[in-house]
DNA sequence: GTGAAAGCGCTAACAT
DNA sequence: ATGTTAGCGCTTTCAC
């Protein structure tokens, strides 16, 4: 199909080394004999064979990347930051899909790993010890991201836990105690990883007991039925004063049933999600979220990838900050109601 | 790093020809010397080397996907798409990101050949002789999406002309006759492949035509600028009753606007967007827009790709059909109001 | 039914 | 400064 070097080396007349001298700025070249390859190289429209180059020196100059879709705009911002840093430092990304399926992400892994990819950026939906050998069996640097496996694998997300936890902090300051927390359901399938969705709903726990605000079960809804649920209690006894989403597509929803139902936020109530997504925009009234830094979190997976491949030092966990971003959908509490 | 075939053959006291042969499913191999092999492979971890076979066989079993971005969740939904018929069918999903950037677009294609990639499916950014002479020289099957490079290369889309043209007609049995149609701008960077933006408008105006709409150069704004000339036209001479945007952000984004100085939708007004982005689906008033059928165009350009690679007949285009997405925001026009 | 050998296109170590 | 050679891990052809 194509020139190969061994086609370039007959047509200038040397050999295959000073070809590859002349083609990879190697030293040891007759600048003469280096401009005239290069020239004739362009002539035969010569292209190197990255698949041969990988066979022999073992690296590929891809990374893996296993995230559940690029379905929602928040994958897919950060796929295109990895993608963009990736091509940045010379690498090129490999794009799998795991459909929030553990089998499917094992799938992913073992085909990335044929594929001698460099190393593996992960969003994992698999836990557990049988999970965490069958990554360390893999022998390729992996990075983590989101979602921890375990404290042995380089991990880059944000801290959750105190995102929901100043949350509740600063519904406490607008005289909230009534809060309901909605999270999604963690339990349905045990082994799958609910790292992030587990480390939110702690954090909202925390942050009731630093906050003084009494909690029970009641406080949390984990069911996908969450809608009915919450707008049984609305119309109940002692209605929540504002309720926090552990995701903004849960707030969204939600926002849109009560609005249905005649309810306005927040001077009924407030409403808080979690991710800050781009379909936000062009919601009313707009949403008080977290927002996540999506591209810092893509650019530093790269980042230390690239780290752990040259043997240099990267820290097990690189925590990135998140932000409340306010909008107009929380309000204070009229104590007067009373 | 791991075992090779060759390990695997010593280790079983075989040659590696019988390895290949039980390994792949060859013929003639004894049915209890394969069981053997196969087992101590499972042992081993032997893990086959795709870029090795790759290199003789001459087929990489992978796709390259050249798109804008995944950032919007356009791209995002027909990357999964792509990814997941891909992968059904046993093949592996390259993607590169242009950005809009027609040389980045260039370099990405060349990188997926140097990879050797089996075939292209690629949304076009640049147009022109010389990219045809560019993709010619490839040598590998490409398949462009939503937008065309011309008549030579499989093209895989919807009818956008008459999509907008249907619109037209729509607004017309709604007795609107004064419609401002809001374009992506065309004409600043002339090298760019502005193809269904080009047979969207086109396809406005054909259907004024028809409806015996008579229209003239005001009734297309095509300036990064809209929101303002827009909403100067509203509070002018002789406003317009309807807007029909060739997108769905401009439609939102106008939206916001006009919701902002007060305009109603669709009493004061009417809009149409197009492309029904996901975000839609938490806007109020709901917007009325022309939706893709974006998983299907994914996997009939995988479907096409293999057609070509295994040589079958594949028409050159393959035309999808649109839909108009009936929500809130076209109203009847009010005659008795003039 | 199995083994041996050549070669895919490249790099790298050793000669000259 | 240039040429030669031996592989990388696999498939494939031809012997036996």
Redesign the pocket.
């Known amino acids: ?2 020139i ?6 007959k047509a200038c ?9 002349a ?2 700025n ?5 600048p ?3 401009e005239k390859i290069l020239n004739t190289a362009k002539e035969l429209e ?4 990255f ?3 990988s ?4 690296k590929t100059m891809t990374i893996g990347v296993v995230v559940f879709d690029v379905y929602t705009r928040f994958f897919g911002r950060l796929v295109t930051s990895i993608e963009t840093k990736a091509k940045e430092v010379g690498y090129f990304t490999y794009l799998t899909l795991t459909n929030k399926n553990c089998n499917e992400e094992k799938k992913c892994i073992e085909h990335l790993i044929e594929r001698k990819v460099d190393g593996i950026i992960l969003c994992p939906i698999n836990k557990g010890p049988d999970f965490d050998k069958f990554l360390d069996s893999l022998h390729v640097p992996v990075v983590t991201i989101l979602n921890k496996v375990n404290n042995d694998i380089e991990y880059i997300g944000i801290n959750d836990e105190s995102a929901v936890s100043e949350v509740v902090s600063y519904l406490k300051n607008g005289f909230h105690e009534n809060i309901l927390y909605v999270s999604a359901p963690r339990s349905s399938k045990s082994d799958v990883n609910m790292y992030a969705v587990e480390r939110r709903l702690q954090g909202f726990i925390d942050g009731c007991n630093t906050s003084d605000i009494v909690i029970n079960e009641k406080n949390v809804i984990e069911d996908v039925d969450y809608i009915k649920i919450v707008l049984e209690r609305m119309v109940g006894d002692n209605p929540p004063s504002a309720i926090i989403c552990s995701n903004d597509i849960y707030a969204l929803e939600l926002m849109k049933a009560l609005k249905h139902k005649g309810f306005k936020i927040p001077e009924d109530v407030s409403l808080i999600g979690f991710d800050n997504i781009d379909e936000l925009d062009y919601v009313e009234p707009g949403l008080t979220t977290i927002s996540m830094p999506i591209d810092q979190i893509g650019t530093q997976a790269i980042n230390a990838l690239l780290n752990i491949i040259d043997g240099e030092v990267q820290p097990l966990e690189f925590i990135l900050k998140h932000k409340l971003i306010v909008r107009d959908s929380v309000g204070l509490y009229d104590k007067r109601k009373i």
């Open positions: 199909m194509g190969t070097a061994n086609d370039l080396a007349g040397v050999s295959r080394g000073t070809i590859d001298r083609l990879n190697r030293p040891g070249i007759n003469e004999t280096k010569y292209k190197p064979d698949l041969a180059k066979l022999v020196t073992g």
